[in-house]
């Protein structure tokens, strides 16, 4: 998500406390803070899925090879 992106959430937000927004920005701000949790949600996904634990036997493994791939560890 981009800069431009994010300054629109943070004014459309400004606006809502000052003085409201109308339906077509209150739906234009649902729109844009989905997408910006969807991109946060993605980052995080990414940061955990390159971790890696070593056994006590010392071997390596990769969590993301191991959760990241499996569905009910999606969300």
């Keep these: 998500m981009n800069e431009s992106r994010i300054a629109r959430i943070n004014e459309l937000y ?29 980052n995080i996904r990414g940061q955990l899925n390159n971790i890696d634990m070593i056994n006590k036997d010392g071997t390596i493994e990769n969590l993301g090879e191991k959760y990241g791939k499996n569905e009910k560890h999606a969300n």
């Design 14 to 42: 400004h606006k809502s406390q000052a003085e409201g927004l109308t339906a077509a920005e209150k739906e234009e701000q649902a729109k844009l803070r989905a997408e910006y949790l969807a991109a946060i949600r993605a």
